[in-house]
């Protein structure tokens, strides 16, 4: 479908600016979910004062490990838990 065959309702919500009718909130899967959980938890315990790699080993201690990939199932690395952090 090409930009000029837009349906009707579509074509007059973007002319509002409203963007709802485009796009739906979708809902996040569960592993975002468990992400967004291990990311709170990684900076509770970096506020503590503990190093990455003892917050990569008290998220595995909680069941927050690697879920794709060549590590699957294994402790988050020290990077990885400095990119949650944002560091």
């Not at 485009?22 to 503990?50: I, M, S, T």
């Not at 990455?52 to 690697?66: D, P």
Request: proline residues 3%; aromatic residues 2%.
């Amino acid at each position: 479908m090409s930009g000029r065959q837009i349906r009707p309702s579509i074509r007059s919500s973007r002319r509002r600016g409203d963007r709802s009718a485009v796009r739906g909130r979708a809902q996040q899967p569960a592993d975002c979910r468990l992400a967004l959980h291990a990311r709170r938890l990684a900076r509770r315990l970096r506020k503590k004062g503990l190093s990455l790699r003892e917050i990569a080993a008290r998220l595995a201690q909680k069941g927050f490990v690697t879920i794709k990939g060549a590590r699957e199932g294994q402790p988050y690395l020290a990077q990885s838990i400095k990119v949650m952090l944002g560091e």
